[in-house]
């Protein structure tokens, strides 16, 4: 919710003030435009239009993100008594699957390139993969990964992975398990500019 009320104002603002200023030019959105980049459905309406929407184009990788956190948040909740390190095997898995996915797709079914990697079933890889990176470093230890796998500062202390797609929402759905939800949230959440994850919108 915390991430939503983030976006969704800033996002809002853009579609609407985007789709007025050009309603009367080559480039308006359209009805569907707009209603598909408001429910993060764009990237599979433009996918299944075989069609771009130039103007909301861009927002096809926030698609990906919020499926990708909805998924997690589905995790969460389903290995909300789990380990540490059971929820970071599941969501690693899911990560590979999702690589496994394009790979089936793209290099043995010969599918079109743009169809393949615009889907959140096989763009979310990454998103997975590094959160469930965030998990391993916790379980293990920053100095104990960095050592391990030879990434050094990338890994230590999570200062870059923080900063990344799904890092933050790791680290906080970790320090929820820590410190029990009423300090957690007596805690506002925890470093709020941390906790955004999309470049376009920490700049807002």
């Not at 853009?14 to 080559?26: D, E, M």
């Not at 050592?147 to 870059?160: E, K, T």
Request: a neutral charge.
């Amino acid at each position: 919710m915390k991430r939503s009320s983030r976006v969704y104002p800033t996002l809002l603002v853009f579609v609407a003030v985007t789709s007025i200023a050009l309603s009367q030019t080559p480039l308006n959105p359209g009805i569907i435009g707009v209603l598909s980049a408001l429910t993060f459905t764009l990237n599979y309406v433009i996918i299944e239009s075989r069609s771009f929407i130039s103007v909301f184009d861009h927002i096809w990788s926030l698609c990906v993100e919020e499926h990708s956190y909805l998924l997690l948040g589905v995790v969460a909740l389903v290995l909300r008594h789990a380990a540490m390190r059971s929820a970071g095997i599941v969501i690693f898995v899911l990560g590979l699957a999702a690589i496994a996915n394009g790979i089936v797709q793209y290099d043995i079914l010969d599918r079109d390139r743009f169809t393949v990697f615009w889907s959140t079933d096989v763009a979310a890889a990454s998103i997975m993969i590094s959160a469930a990176a965030v998990f391993y470093c916790s379980c293990e230890g920053p100095d104990v990964a960095a050592s391990r796998f030879g990434l050094g500062n990338l890994v230590r202390g999570h200062q870059l992975l923080s900063d990344r797609t799904a890092g933050s929402l790791a680290i906080e759905w970790m320090d929820w398990k820590r410190q029990g939800p009423k300090r957690y949230y007596g805690n506002g959440l925890i470093q709020p500019r941390n906790n955004s994850h999309t470049a376009y919108l920490d700049a807002v």
